[in-house]
């Protein structure tokens, strides 16, 4: 981790810099400079500290971003390192020892998690596990045990919340389709066999993929000799074919677009009237996942390869292709405000991008310890939620000020002069961290 922090402070630091300030005086550049080294050294002796040295790396990580907020130089030079110090720090103060969980982390399943899925309703989110549990979280009180929704025997691959959240609909490996009607109570725990009809409804035929339709509770699926199959309560019909293998699909609200993304690495399309077409994007690599932006402007498009291409539906362009990762990208999803772009990989991070400044490097998540199989923003945009392989669900605050606020709540006092000295600099002034 030490090695990957030193790597990235060089690509940051020494690559933006003689851009960034060229413009300013001798002066500004050199205080700019000096400060904005200070604070990426503090970032770096904060990752350094023993983990129990909680309190002291928590001042130390703290002290760190309050330079970072102070320094009035381009902020691109050192947010990334001054995140990791203040995520690294939150980890080891409130520590629940007992259970061994971090702050940022919630257990509910028992195997790797594939899916998670926001609806509408604020701080609510659903989950689906290898484990054959489908499960609903509250933000709000992450730490609560989750509502089993379902359990049983099968394998997920996917999960999607109608547009009035009043149904899940589970995408299994072998056995077609679950529908969860989340308009009754479910009591805990909750097996297969004690929910009560219509709680469960099946569609058994085995499906490559599904979805549901945008402002209807009817949904799209993929079987596996190739059907479009539109389905509901009312409607049971074949809206047109494909002979490809199908790993993700999506369908645009506004222009009722079905999007499919294949093994082959194409984009393949049909329109509202069901005309067929083809994405033309650069190289072809297996495309993992899908999503429309909130605004209905963009598609991702998530591929084996470990980029994610960002395509103007408007206009019909290539925006651009975000590289960074080291292995396929498994999921992504836009923020509520159209600006940032959350990605999940099998090299076991999960990155936010800003989709309009190439410049601004990614904020790196990277506390799972397998595969990051999917990856949601809550509804403010705020909190990133990725699940993994290694069977956690981990919540990631976008916010540095609510880390940096976080951490005074666990510590009681300030740095020794002694211990500014060797963390922060002996000719730099002593100050309060939580001021």
């Known amino acids: 981790m030490t090695g990957r922090l030193l790597t990235l402070f060089g690509i940051v630091f020494f690559g933006h810099l003689s851009a960034i300030y060229a413009q300013d005086s001798p002066e500004k550049q050199i205080a700019t400079l000096k400060r904005s080294e200070l604070v990426q050294s503090i970032s770096l002796r904060s990752k350094l500290i023993p983990n129990y040295f909680a309190e002291i790396k928590a001042l130390t990580a703290r002290q760190a971003y309050n330079f970072w907020v102070e320094n ?3 902020k691109l030079v050192s947010h990334l390192n001054v995140y990791a110090a203040l995520h690294d720090a939150n980890k080891y103060v409130g520590f629940d020892s007992v259970r061994n969980v971090y702050y940022n982390q919630i257990r509910g ?3 790797l998690v594939v899916s998670v899925k926001f609806g509408k309703k604020k701080d609510i989110f659903y989950s689906a596990g290898s484990d054959g549990r489908l499960l609903q979280w509250n933000l709000a009180a992450p730490n609560d045990p989750p509502k089993v929704l379902y359990q049983g025997p099968e394998l997920f691959r996917s999960i999607d919340v109608s547009f009035d959240d009043n149904w899940l609909l589970a995408v299994t490996k072998e056995s077609g389709v679950i529908l969860i009607n989340l308009m009754q109570e479910i009591t805990e725990p909750t097996i297969l066999d004690e ?3 219509p709680v469960i409804s099946r569609d058994t035929e085995p499906v490559q993929t599904a ?8 949904y799209l699926s993929i079987t596996r000799s190739g059907e479009l199959r539109l389905r509901g309560f009312k409607i049971d019909t074949v809206k047109a074919y494909t002979n490809k293998q199908v790993r993700t699909m999506t369908v645009s609200e506004q222009s009722r677009k079905v999007f499919a993304g294949t093994d082959q690495g194409v984009v393949q399309m049909w329109d509202a009237n069901m005309q067929e077409s083809y994405l033309v994007i650069p190289e072809l690599y297996r495309i993992n996942s899908l999503a429309i932006s909130p605004n209905k402007k963009m598609l991702a498009i998530g591929r084996e390869k470990g980029d994610a291409i960002i395509w103007d539906l408007e206009n019909e362009k290539l925006i651009r292709t975000i590289s960074g990762h080291q292995s396929a990208i498994m999921d992504l999803d836009f923020s509520p405000n159209n600006e940032l772009l959350l990605t999940a990989s099998r090299d076991g991070t999960s990155r ?8 601004k490097l990614p904020m790196v998540f990277d506390d799972h310890n397998d595969w990051v199989m999917t990856a949601a923003f809550d509804h403010s945009g705020t909190r990133a939620i990725t699940g ?8 990631w605050e976008l916010d540095m000020g609510v880390l940096a606020e976080r951490l005074c709540k666990y510590v009681s006092r300030e740095m020794t002069q002694e211990e500014w000295t060797d963390y922060v600099g002996a000719e730099v002034p002593i100050q309060s961290a939580c001021k």
Do not use: A, Q
């Open 72 to 74: 009035t130089g381009d």
């Open 109 to 111: 399943h028992g195997d």
């Open 195 to 197: 929910l009560p009809e």
């Open 211 to 218: 979805t549901f339709m945008p402002n209807s509770s009817e």
């Open 352 to 359: 936010v991008f800003e989709i309009n400044n190439p410049r």
């Open 388 to 395: 993994s392989k290694d069977g956690l669900i981990r919540i």
